[in-house]
């Protein structure tokens, strides 16, 4: 079991590939704690969704401002597809978040001896409906909010065994190599950040089924998809991102627009009601 900042062979692996993948990283009792964790912080949501939904791209978001979360639905229904960003909301995930383990290998990926945390996915493929993340990178969305999204990476732990019945992570090795792929034109400005797939047909897609427990690790130049969840079992994954030390999270960043917001509606009243 690979541990620390990357080897020689784990260095050559992601200058070729564009990924990283360690095996048996947790055990199945801190894997247990973790999902744990994910579930009850799920559940809490749930119960306090608004159902002002948002349809944009090939996704369905809930923005919760007051608790500075997005929640990814199914389309119209009350399963989660995802929550980001959430370690803010849970001190035992928080924790999970500075591990050495997922920490350490992030310095070689960053190019910082003291990488800091940006944002945090926990994606859910629920059985038998678990839905598509389309071929994307994660370097268009993150332009705009990391300081330098090149410089953001993420380590992806997987909480159950991932198949390709179940919808596991898919990549194109080499694919960090050629900058940002051409994006989609027929969807709206989000929508604009997923990969034009009719232009790449002939992309090799690489399925990465790993055991609950094992982690992959990639940048965000990294084409990568996955497809619904086809079978009886849960596909779920804790996902944390990584940036150089001294910058602003994604959860920070979310709290000062929602607070300029606030401060641009007060000023437009004020003005109003002083006409």
């Given at each position: 079991?690979?541990?620390?900042?990357?080897?020689?062979?784990?260095?050559?692996?992601?200058?070729?590939?564009?990924?990283?993948?360690?095996?048996?990283?947790?055990?199945?009792?801190?894997?247990?704690?973790?999902?744990?964790?994910?579930?009850?912080?799920?559940?809490?949501?749930?119960?306090?969704?608004r159902r002002k939904r948002y349809h944009?791209?090939?996704?369905?978001?809930?923005?919760?401002?007051?608790?500075?979360?997005?929640?990814?639905?199914?389309?119209?229904?009350?399963?989660?597809?995802?929550?980001?960003?959430?370690?803010?909301?849970d001190p035992v995930l928080k924790r999970?978040?500075?591990?050495?383990?997922?920490?350490?290998?992030?310095?070689?990926?960053?190019?910082?001896?003291?990488?800091?945390?940006?944002?945090?996915?926990?994606?859910?493929?629920?059985?038998?409906?678990?839905?598509?993340?389309?071929?994307?990178?994660?370097?268009?969305?993150?332009?705009?909010?990391?300081?330098?999204?090149?410089?953001?990476?993420?380590?992806?732990?997987?909480?159950?065994?991932?198949?390709?019945?179940?919808?596991?992570?898919?990549?194109?090795?080499?694919?960090?190599?050629?900058?940002?792929?051409?994006?989609?034109?027929?969807?709206?400005?989000?929508?604009?950040?997923?990969?034009?797939?009719?232009?790449?047909?002939?992309?090799?897609?690489?399925?990465?089924?790993?055991?609950?427990?094992?982690?992959?690790?990639?940048?965000?130049?990294?084409?990568?998809?996955?497809?619904?969840?086809?079978?009886?079992?849960?596909?779920?994954?804790?996902?944390?991102?990584?940036?150089?030390?001294?910058?602003?999270?994604?959860v920070e960043m979310m709290i000062a627009?929602?607070?300029?917001?606030?401060?641009?509606?007060?000023?437009?009243?004020?003005?109003?009601?002083?006409?």
């Amino acid at each position: 079991m690979s541990q620390g900042r990357l080897s020689a062979a784990e260095r050559a692996c992601l200058d070729r590939n564009g990924y990283v993948i360690r095996e048996d990283v947790f055990s199945q009792s801190e894997v247990a704690d973790i999902t744990a964790a994910c579930e009850d912080l799920v559940e809490r949501l749930v119960a306090e969704r608004r159902r002002k939904r948002y349809h944009v791209g090939s996704y369905t978001f809930e923005p919760n401002n007051e608790q500075a979360v997005y929640i990814k639905w199914e389309g119209d229904t009350d399963i989660v597809h995802g929550i980001e960003p959430f370690a803010h909301l849970d001190p035992v995930l928080k924790r999970w978040a500075h591990d050495p383990r997922f920490v350490e290998p992030m310095v070689d990926f960053v190019g910082d001896e003291h990488p800091s945390l940006f944002t945090e996915k926990l994606n859910l493929k629920r059985p038998g409906i678990g839905g598509v993340n389309p071929l994307h990178q994660d370097y268009p969305y993150w332009v705009g909010t990391a300081r330098e999204p090149a410089r953001v990476a993420t380590a992806m732990l997987l909480l159950d065994d991932s198949s390709i019945e179940n919808g596991c992570l898919q990549v194109v090795p080499g694919s960090h190599k050629a900058g940002e792929w051409r994006k989609r034109t027929d969807s709206d400005e989000f929508g604009a950040n997923e990969i034009d797939a009719s232009a790449y047909q002939n992309a090799a897609l690489q399925p990465v089924p790993l055991k609950a427990g094992s982690m992959v690790m990639f940048g965000s130049l990294l084409v990568h998809c996955s497809a619904q969840n086809t079978s009886q079992l849960e596909r779920r994954a804790l996902l944390f991102s990584y940036q150089p030390a001294g910058y602003p999270t994604s959860v920070e960043m979310m709290i000062a627009e929602v607070e300029a917001r606030r401060k641009a509606k007060a000023a437009q009243t004020q003005t109003a009601a002083s006409r």
